[in-house]
């Protein structure tokens, strides 16, 4: 796909060729630095001026620049700060070149233009083809991270969605009884007002109204639906809010986790649905790691059991019932997480992958291939393992085993994800 930042080796592979704009008004640097880039491997683009170079960058897709610093017109300090102001090139890389002695003060203008890095004139064919093949190469890898991250974020949503009738349920229930009982409230109000009436106008007619419409029974009654009402406004709140957490960014935020906890407020918004699949059977003691971010466990909590609830759904049964257990414990140093059911088990010749992006086995449609993968680098980010142990036709478990004093890693590469099994 033209625009990757991928090495020219691994570009060729896939007849996909980097775009480099090599700008510069000597036309014999312009030749000979060309030369020397369409020999690498890389499709090379040329202008003699700063006008011609902002005109390539507007019409093609660029993924490095070549620029020099010296023109006649627009200047290469100046082409630099214009193509910055540009969105979607604010992250390409551009390399100055200069045939002027090196000088701090002018380095330090051009860096502060945007400027990634400074070659000097005469340029050595094996130094630009080094300094070009890095950028590329950071380039890419800061675009397959942001990748990354979206489409996660999809797949936390894509999971949402598979437990979205139970969460459906779960706010309608308590809404229908918040509702049944104000409007009994708005009948209790309603007498209240013609006795309270009656009183100030006759109290004697008000002292046979209170009686006709049974005041004292009413009242003993308001306080049971106030706090019923309460209730479920409180359920309804929880719900509303774990869904706000689960649907927004995760924050970079380490915080000391309960795994215990992190389990219970992922089962606000899954346990209705699950529990129409399966027996739930919760066995969660505290597991605190002193510093996570408890936003990717929740995703992690969700994933692992949304991805029980299809095993489960894979194997039907004729006479029992299906079992989708979650625990958490404390071994020594280290806070444990299960999540196991009794599905339809993991085919030996699939464990080896179901932790690789983008791999699954499920029907079109139905997940990204990056939930198993999302779980196993939050994990290993934070110096943790994930483990399975599998049977085909008797089940899954999950074990996910974190250093209780774990410092997680929110920022850089992914970490290489872990080969095994699962329900992929």
Known sequence: MKGRYDPPEEQAEANQRPVVLVVDDDLNNLKLVSASLTLEGYEVLTAATGEESLELVAARQVDLMLLDVRMPGLDGIEVCRRVREQPRLSRMPIIFLTADQEDAER???????GGDEYLHKPISRRMLSARVRNLLRLANAERERKLLTQVAQAEKLAALGQVAAGVAHEVNNPLSFILSNLESLRGYVSDLTRVILAYRSNPAEGAALDRSLGIDGLMADVKPLLDETVEGGSRVRSIVQELKSFARQDPNTLEAVDLAEVARSTLVLTERELASKATLVKDLAMARVESA?????????????????????????????????????TEGDVAVLEVSDSGCGIPEEVRARVFEPFFTTKPVGIGTGLGLSVCAMVVERMGGRIELTSTIGAGTTFTIRIPCDAEARLDGPSAPLMASGAQA
């Not at 380095?107 to 233009?113: F, K, R, S």
């Not at 466990?297 to 049964?317: I, S, T």
């Open 293 to 329: 971010p408890r936003q990717k466990l929740h995703q992690v909590v969700l994933n692992l059991l949304v991805n029980a609830m299809q095993a489960v759904e894979a194997r039907p049964l004729d006479d029992a019932r299906h079992t989708i257990r979650i625990a958490t414990r």
């Open 107 to 113: 380095t330090l203008l051009g860096l502060d233009a």
